[in-house]
Nanobody
Framework: VQLQACGGGLVQTGDSLRLSCVAS????????MGWFRQAPGRECESVAT????????YYDDSVKGRFTISVDNVKNTVYLQMDMLKPEDTAVYYC?????????????????????WGRGTLVTVSS
């Protein structure tokens, strides 16, 4: 059971990056898949989630209109397309999978409810 994220890097303000997270070891289609990030000195925060069951997506207000989460169930891969990057997007990004055991967990936005974490990938946006 593994989530492997990649795609981070150093970019300039306004650039784009696409993060990928390959899920292996089990069927992930019923999990709420998402991306979190943690900047230095800040708490881990939810960036975006995708629920295959309802097809619903969630975006933090700070990334709405700039980031897009998508899932390829054939490839078992979750993507986070990040456009118009800003310095405040600088953080370690983690992909995560949450089993929707209740209405709170089903949001996929609560770090304490996450069942599986991928290794983080660093995104640095220079001004």
């Amino acid at each position: 059971v593994q989530l492997q994220a990649c795609g981070g890097g150093l970019v300039q303000t306004g650039d784009s990056l696409r993060l990928s997270c390959v899920a292996s070891g089990r069927s992930w289609s019923s999990y709420v898949m998402g991306w979190f990030r943690q900047a230095p000195g800040r708490e881990c925060e939810s960036v975006a989630t995708f629920s295959s069951l309802g097809g619903g997506t969630y975006y933090d207000d700070s990334v709405k209109g700039r980031f897009t989460i998508s899932v390829d169930n054939v490839k078992n891969t979750v993507y986070l397309q990040m456009d118009m990057l800003k310095p405040e997007d600088t953080a370690v990004y983690y992909c995560a999978a949450t089993w929707p055991r209740d209405t709170v967990a089903a949001r996929g936005t609560i770090p304490g409810e996450v069942d599986y974490w991928g290794r983080g990938t660093l995104v640095t946006v220079s001004s």
